[in-house]
């Protein structure tokens, strides 16, 4: 028997979770066709990959993008490729691209996403040829799509495209029967083309760009009970997924959030995935809130998740601009003039407005993303080097005992986005990482990769995962077995979404990644900056793992080998529109 490669003598992860051993994989036309003990006879097979020595698992799933603009001007998505993700999820955050104008799109992904909106608008003013789901993945099945591709609907994307972006960002405003029965329409529309389910956002710190609806938060976030209850019932009747972001200001949606995911013994359960489950420095209790909800819905019949970015958060600012600040009131009134520097350069020299910034400031208690803690907010570049390595608090006591606001204030009025900081936001105890990472109502993704391109890098973070994990088997101190891991980044998600990912066995799509475990190292911590062609040449935060990630498969063709992208990335498609089936 011929193959196509063979990848020799690794150590072989399926994704089943199943123990792992030492096995030649033989590929052909794209699929697993043989796992063996024995040595594949190499033939006639051009090309034959050594993995001896290394491990061999399934391309990993990232189940948490916001690539929906990216993929039209860069489709190989080659900075989660070279990280071993083969498998994206488009559509988050109720954010889509399928229906929305492209002005629209602009002010929906823009703030949010921190996404520049002139490349949004842009590239859908240039490329957009679609009208319905079926175009719109008959329009990404002819991209040269690098990983394969699977999505979600945006809510906010269908109730913008049907009731105007104006009126879906009106309290006052309800959607008439007809727009609600052109909502239902488009999320069937969308489900019988295979896509994963609906992401829905009640989050109220996420605001709109452009300038018709500034400053309000997405549609999605308008929608009442009635308008919900349609749009899951289609859901739940047809087996699909909601993704829910829950606003962290108000607890009781992520209640409902997650109670909505129960049958409670009359109905199939709806599968509910919410954002997200972390180890938040400002609340430091409810981490353990995350796991207990999940045990509960599902002891009431329900199928609940969070999502968890399985490594410490750290996020790096210039300037004011970070998404954080958009739940302080004070914040948000800063980010509503980004686009207008010199008011917002006025507005940051106000005294009223200062101690307005201050009492929001000094403000601990209450459910909260950031810590507010300016003490715990180091500054890494900057054209003062005096400053450099000091946090924000340090730099207020060296200038005469400065409040923390009026330093950060201060030296963003000097220096403008010159001034870059890093925080660290949540999952920052070990211990509490291993517990969530773990935890079976917890699934591992969220790597908003795509997005918020100059505040963080976290392409490699199953990469950071498999690190944690060898090292506590060798510690002598594990919270979970190497092949658990390799299922939970793989194969788990693959079976709950439903989709053709996630598994290493005969018959099985060939795609993998090939790791070098002894390169398992301090690289996977740091991070450089890469041009983004497309948007600008705006200089992003990446990782580059180049010696950790021997090769990668796609569809069994190696698209990645030794860090080096192949010659096919980017000129022919190796990735596919991967569609739903009722979960698994």
């Known amino acids: 028997m011929s193959y196509d490669v063979i990848v020799r003598g690794g150590r072989w992860f399926d994704g089943t979770g199943a123990p792992s051993a030492v096995r030649d994989l033989g590929i052909r036309e794209g699929r697993v066709v043989a796992v ?19 491990w061999v698992l399934p391309g990993m799933v990232d189940i948490h993008t916001h690539y929906d603009v990216e993929v039209l001007v860069q489709p190989s998505l080659s900075e989660s490729l070279r990280h071993g993700v083969t498998t994206t999820f488009l559509g988050s955050c109720s954010l889509s691209t399928v229906h929305a104008a492209p002005e629209d799109a602009g002010d929906l992904f823009g703030r949010v996403e921190a996404i520049p909106r002139p490349y949004v608008v842009g590239a859908l003013d240039d490329l957009k040829t679609w009208s319905s789901a079926g175009e719109y993945v008959a329009a990404l099945e002819e991209l040269p799509l690098g990983p394969n591709i699977a999505a979600f609907i945006g809510h906010s994307d269908i109730r913008s495209a049907r009731m105007g972006l104006s009126r879906s960002t009106d309290p006052a405003v309800r959607p008439t029967a007809a727009e609600l029965a052109r909502m239902e329409a488009d999320l069937v529309d969308a489900l019988d083309e295979g896509f994963v389910g609906m992401s829905s956002q009640e989050l109220m710190f996420d605001k709109l760009d452009g300038e ?3 400053s309000r938060t997405l549609p999605s976030t308008y929608a009442k009970g009635k308008e919900r209850r349609r749009l899951n019932r289609v859901l ?3 087996g699909r997924a909601l993704q829910g972001g829950p606003d962290v200001g108000r607890p009781h949606t992520l209640v409902r959030m997650a109670f909505s995911s129960c049958g409670w013994g009359r109905r199939s359960p709806l599968r509910v995935s919410l954002l997200s489950a ?3 420095k400002a609340i430091p209790f409810v981490a353990h809130l995350f796991p207990l909800l999940a045990r509960t819905v599902n002891r009431f019949g329900g199928d609940l998740r969070f999502q968890h970015l399985p490594v410490p958060f750290e996020v790096y600012a210039d300037g004011i601009s970070l998404v954080i600040f958009e739940e302080l009131g004070s914040g948000a009134a800063a980010l509503h003039l980004s686009n207008r520097i010199e008011e917002q350069r006025a507005l940051l020299q106000d005294e009223t407005y200062r101690r307005r910034f201050r009492k929001d400031y000094d403000q601990k208690y209450g459910p909260r993303v950031w810590h507010r803690d300016f003490f715990d907010a180091e500054i890494t570049e900057c054209p003062d080097p005096s400053v450099i390595g000091k946090t924000f608090g340090q730099v207020g006591l060296d ?3 400065l409040h923390p606001v009026d330093a950060f204030l201060d030296l963003v009025l000097e220096h403008g986005e010159k001034v870059r900081w890093r925080t660290t936001i949540s999952n920052h105890r070990p211990a509490v990482l291993d517990k969530l990472t773990s935890d079976p109502g917890v699934q591992l993704g969220f790597s908003d990769a795509g997005a918020h391109l100059r505040n963080m890098a976290f392409y490699n973070f199953g990469l950071r995962l498999l690190r944690r994990v060898r090292d506590a088997e060798r510690s002598g101190t594990p919270f979970m077995t190497l092949e658990r891991a390799v299922h939970r980044l793989t194969g788990e998600l693959g079976d709950w979404y439903g989709i053709d990912a996630g598994h ?5 799509r060939a795609d993998l990644v090939v790791i070098d475990p002894e390169r398992l190292d301090g690289s996977l911590d740091a991070y450089v900056e890469a041009p983004v062609p497309a948007f600008g040449n705006l200089s992003r935060m990446v990782n580059r793992n180049d010696a950790t990630v021997v090769a990668v498969l796609v569809a069994g063709e190696v698209v990645v080998e030794n860090g080096t992208l192949s010659e096919v990335v980017g000129v022919r498609r190796t990735g596919r529109f991967l569609r739903a089936q009722a979960a698994r």
């Open 36 to 54: 063996s003990a024995e040595e594949l006879d190499a033939t006639d097979c051009p090309r034959v990959i050594d993995a001896r020595g290394r």
């Open 212 to 214: 018709a609806c500034r």
């Open 399 to 401: 200038r005469g005992g």
């Open 504 to 508: 290493l066995r005969e018959g099985d």
């Open 278 to 280: 972390a180890d938040i």
């Open 236 to 238: 739940r009747a047809r």
